[in-house]
């Protein structure tokens, strides 16, 4: 008998649903996917683009899961925040246009909800789905049949509208959550931000100027993104310490503190979203909420010590990296979760030294506490490594993540960053068994370095370069990645705006996230490179113990991975996707072993209770 499994996994943003079957289920054309309403026992058959099966003809755009079944083995469903579902996997037996119910299973039931145990709070956002179908419909068309950029900058500018709301989440008020609890207890929040630029956000700060004080940064030239919101701030009389670095140094927390009003810490607000229309809605980012006066007590102390520093005839002063070189103690916050942040900058040195030819980065990431204990948790991986990044540099985390691929091949490594010049490098000078190694890249369309500071010498950014695994032509890691010329009936895509930076602008990793002690990394402003750790203001978290917690962040993770992988596949061209369904159940074979298959299969294993 034929055991088909399926989970769901979720945050507040979304599902994920997968599911594995052992032997191939003859006429079998793929399955639907059929959401039930745990509340009302409502069950809707869930929607999606037209994918059309091979000969068939049709002018319709969308179908349902029923008549187009999904032929593989995860898909993504976007529920309503707060809903609690499950879902019924029903395989659909027969011919196109003739096809019936197999044997179905159900999958657990999920909460799109905020909550990870009593003391933590997380919430995502859905800003790498600028680049969909969808937003390239609502969006009016330039001549070129592109969407126009400035209609998606009035739709972000708006947080009432269709394509903010889909975008942003819960995003933009969750970083309020301290705010309001300040107001509620009579408390006051301490605040450093990097980018401050959201008129709704910038409007909510003016209306309750008395319950914040803020250390902030300088961002852009000559500060052209926060000048406005700085001028109006400082014109009002908040309480707002002004942080100038010089460009190579960058003053790039985005925190908040709550103190009781009696000054005693309570709760903690870090996140990898600038306060921005763009940080809100077109890039992926996250949020973390943490209810600890222990964990606070050093936010509060960080908090200090910064803006004490602005004062400082050498800001960054070398008292000031020091004591945040002193890497604080884990903190458990009650429930078995386990919490330490790490700050920068570290280092007594003040800008990253140069790489020579042939030289070894791994030395290197020990030079700053954040890239050191990166290195020290990755380097203990047992079952898998996931992460979203936006620019780390080098060297960084990637350096590790490449090693660990050939030297452990049995680790599953998926990851996406923001853009080709993020994705690692081959070194120059290293054999092919030095220590770390970047094996198999693949080199496509490139004249030169790849490199942030030689943007010019790259014909086509998008193919420049993928890392792909062993023996395998999936990468383990992408990089952001959109359907720019169209494709076939498919819309041109916007991958971002003009002026924007990251497409991706997560900075976590989640390590071992179905095993038994995975751990969280990251989940801050820290990009996970030693520039951030030598040279900028950050905040890094290391989380164990929350099981929930890390499997929310796998999802947002896999979320913005499986969104771009086809859309990296498709501009390098090497997507083997032909635009239809099979018409023959052959099609099962590639998902019924192999090692994607015992990859899933460890995620159905070790769903979190």
């Known amino acids: ?35 039930i309403d745990v509340a009302t026992g409502k069950k809707t058959v869930l929607n999606s683009r037209l994918v059309k099966f091979k ?8 179908s349902d899961t029923d008549t187009h079944p999904i032929q593989g083995c995860k898909w993504f469903d976007g529920v309503e ?18 096809l019936k119910d197999g044997t179905p299973v159900l999958t657990n039931e999920v909460t799109l909800g905020f ?15 600028v680049s969909t179908q969808w937003v390239a419909e609502k969006l009016p068309k330039l001549e070129d049949g592109s969407p126009d950029p400035e209609a998606l900058i009035a739709a972000i500018r708006d947080p009432e509208s269709e394509i903010a709301k889909l975008l942003g989440a819960s995003l933009p008020t969750f970083v309020r959550m301290p705010f309001e609890d300040a107001k509620r207890i009579a408390g006051h929040v301490l605040a450093l931000y990097y980018e401050l630029s959201s008129p709704a956000f910038v409007q909510y700060l003016r209306e309750n100027k008395d319950v914040w004080s803020m250390v902030l940064g300088n961002a852009g030239k000559d500060d052209a993104t926060n000048a406005e919101a700085r001028k109006a701030l400082h014109e009002d009389g908040a309480d707002v310490t002004d942080r100038m670095l010089p460009s190579s140094n960058l003053p ?3 925190s908040a503190v709550l ?12 996140q990898s979203a600038n306060p921005t229309p763009t940080g809100f809605y077109t890039q992926a980012n996250h949020a973390l909420y943490i209810t600890s006066a222990a964990l606070t007590e050093h936010g509060v102390d960080y908090y200090n010590r910064t803006k004490a520093d602005c004062d400082d005839v050498q800001t960054q002063s070398a008292a000031y990296r020091k004591k945040n070189a002193a890497v604080m103690q884990p903190v458990d916050l009650g429930d078995g979760t386990e919490v330490q942040a790490i700050f920068s900058p570290s280092s007594e040195v003040r800008s990253k030294p140069k790489i020579e030819k042939g030289e070894r980065t791994f030395p290197y990431l020990e030079m700053a506490a954040s890239t050191a204990k990166v290195k020290e948790v990755l380097l203990k991986a047992k079952q898998g490594v996931y992460f979203l990044a936006f620019y780390p540099g080098s060297p960084s985390f990637l350096d590790v993540a490449t090693w660990l691929q050939k030297k452990k091949p049995q680790l599953y490594i998926r990851g996406a960053v923001s853009s080709a010049q993020a994705l690692p490098k081959q070194q120059e000078g290293l054999e092919d068994d030095t220590f770390p190694d970047i094996q198999r890249l693949r080199m496509q369309g490139l004249t030169g370095l790849l490199d942030a500071s030689h943007p010019t010498e790259i014909s086509n950014p998008h193919t420049a370069v993928a890392l792909f695994r062993p023996r395998k032509k999936t990468p383990a890691i992408i990089a952001a990645a959109a359907l720019e010329n169209g494709w076939e009936g498919w819309h041109k895509e916007l991958l971002k705006l003009p002026d924007a930076h990251a497409i991706i602008h997560s900075k976590v990793i989640v390590v071992d996230p179905f095993g038994d002690e995975p751990v969280i990394l990251g989940a801050a402003s820290d990009n996970l490179g030693l520039k951030a750790g030598i040279a900028n203001d950050e905040t890094m978290l290391v989380i164990r113990g929350n099981k929930r917690l890390a499997q929310a962040y796998f999802v947002h993770i896999m979320d913005v991975y499986s969104h771009f992988m086809w859309r990296y596949l498709h501009a390098t061209g090497r997507a083997t996707f032909s635009g239809e369904l099979s018409t023959v159940s052959s099609w099962q074979k590639k998902y019924l072993s192999g090692r994607a ?13």
Request: net charge negative; charged share 25%; hydrophobic share 40%.
């Open 81 to 98: 925040e707060g809903a609690t579902v499950k879902y019924e996997v029903v395989p659909r037996i027969g011919k196109p246009g003739k």
């Open 1 to 35: 008998m034929n055991t088909l499994k399926a989970v769901a996994l979720a945050n507040n943003a979304g599902v994920m649903i997968v599911w594995l079957w052992e032997e191939l289920i003859p006429n079998c054309l793929g399955f639907s996917i059929r959401r």
């Open 252 to 254: 790039h927390n985005k």
């Open 259 to 270: 103190v009781g009003p009696d000054g005693k810490p309570v709760s903690w607000m870090l």
């Open 597 to 609: 298959h015992d990859e899933y299969a460890s995620w159905l294993d070790g769903l979190a209770e």
């Open 115 to 129: 909550d990870y145990g009593p003391f933590v709070k997380a919430c995502f956002n859905r800003g790498h789905l």
């Open 55 to 62: 000969g068939e003809t049709t002018d319709a755009t969308e």
